[in-house]
């Protein structure tokens, strides 16, 4: 089973500011430099999509409302979404912040007839958090998914065992997941419309012409699908990047970036418990090329002052031919697990700075974020109010 929560981010903003339910909304910041992350179903009837640049969708949407959305607020809705389908099975795997592949598996003598499980999980979901989703049930899992999108929005679509031969067979390749524009050129060109047609030849056939891919697709066409649901994985990333509204070149306003996404960088480890030992910077210049550069350290970590004192460290080694787009800094590679700190085997500068990390992470989340800010940081928040 697929649950797909509709036009989430959009769907959130119009929730939370009712003068915009029923207009064309799209969440990707306030300026015609960025990209639409996700446009309301009003958005989508001009021809508003994700992915797609601002100054596009206001061509096609002259009347579009443009939010620069709250990454906060759509975790903790997700994390509601999350805790319904938990109610329903124990094995729920999220998929993204915005939808989640549950197992039914024996869940009918619990909860009766898939389509009633179906029902149920869209009305608790509206009960919780008064948006709406769409769920698809199937066999395997990535039918799951393409059902969930059969009856957008609101909608419960089901593919049984018995209809699964026939619905492959009239399936366009274009719908299976993993078929991008170029492979779906490449398919074209070699005579592949619907996943019908790559059963006229064996499956060999398909992995000496597409390699790898080329097999996963004959299996998907005949109703083969190895991945099940899984458990979620440990997160093996934390990072944090932002899009100037001004190209720049100025090192100064980069390494005060850096250390602003540094500090939510380390918040977010030390809230999950993770340490990491790498820590990369992202540079997209003016030409939309981006370039990164890494460093391993010794010990995993989890303060802000090491993560931003190596970003700065790599950044101050690159050479900026163009002005900056974006800029960003992650850490990556977690290995230490937290333990208790040691006056015996840590520095004492050491120590006194991940207590400091503590106390400013506990004040932050009693009285919010800017509560309590650095100093090299006032002048920062001030010219991003403006």
Not at 286 to 300: M, P, W
Request: aromatic share 6%.
């Amino acid at each position: 089973m697929h649950i797909d929560m509709d036009a989430f981010f959009a769907s959130v903003e119009q929730l939370d500011n009712p003068a915009l339910r029923g207009l064309p909304v799209a969440v990707g910041g306030d300026s015609d430099r960025g990209v639409v992350s996700a446009a309301s179903y009003e958005a989508r009837k001009f021809g508003v999509r994700s992915a797609m640049s601002v100054v596009k969708a206001k061509r096609l949407c002259p009347q579009l409302i443009l939010v620069s959305g709250s990454r906060g607020r759509y975790k903790e809705i997700s994390g509601q979404v999350m805790g319904v389908l938990g109610e329903f099975s124990p094995l729920v795997e999220p998929a993204s912040i915005d939808e989640a592949y549950v197992d039914a598996t024996g869940l009918e003598r619990l909860f009766g007839p898939v389509e009633d499980i179906g029902r149920r999980i869209k009305q608790r979901v509206q009960e919780e958090t008064s948006l709406t989703c769409s769920v698809g049930i199937a066999p395997i899992r990535f039918l799951a998914k393409i059902a969930s999108d059969l009856d957008k929005p609101d909608g419960l679509s089901v593919i049984r065992p018995d209809q699964m031969e026939q619905f492959l067979r009239e399936l366009p390749v274009g719908k299976v997941p993993g078929v991008g524009k170029r492979g779906l050129e490449t398919l074209r060109r070699m005579n592949v419309h619907h996943c019908g047609d790559l059963l006229r030849h064996p499956r060999e056939y398909w992995q000496e012409r597409l390699g790898k891919w080329g097999g996963v697709l004959h299996d998907r066409a005949r109703g083969y699908d190895p991945n099940g649901v899984q458990r979620p994985g440990a997160a093996k990333s934390s990072s944090a990047e932002n899009t100037f509204q001004k190209d720049t070149t100025d090192r100064e306003t980069l390494r005060k970036w850096l250390l602003a996404q540094s500090e939510r960088v380390g918040a977010d480890l030390r809230a999950h418990g993770y340490k990491g030992r790498t820590v990369t910077i992202k540079v997209k210049f003016s030409d939309y090329r981006s370039v990164t550069r890494s460093k391993s350290l010794d010990k995993a970590t989890d303060r802000t002052r090491t993560i931003y004192d190596i970003a700065v460290e790599l950044l101050d080694a690159l050479t900026l031919r163009l002005p900056v787009r974006l800029i960003g800094v992650g850490v990556s590679n977690f290995g230490d697990k937290p333990r208790q700190l040691s006056l015996f085997d840590e520095p004492e500068e050491e120590a006194a700075g991940d207590e400091l990390d503590k106390t400013v992470d506990s004040i932050r989340k009693r009285f919010g974020k800017e509560a309590l800010l650095r100093g090299d940081l006032l002048d920062y928040r001030r010219r991003d109010k403006e």
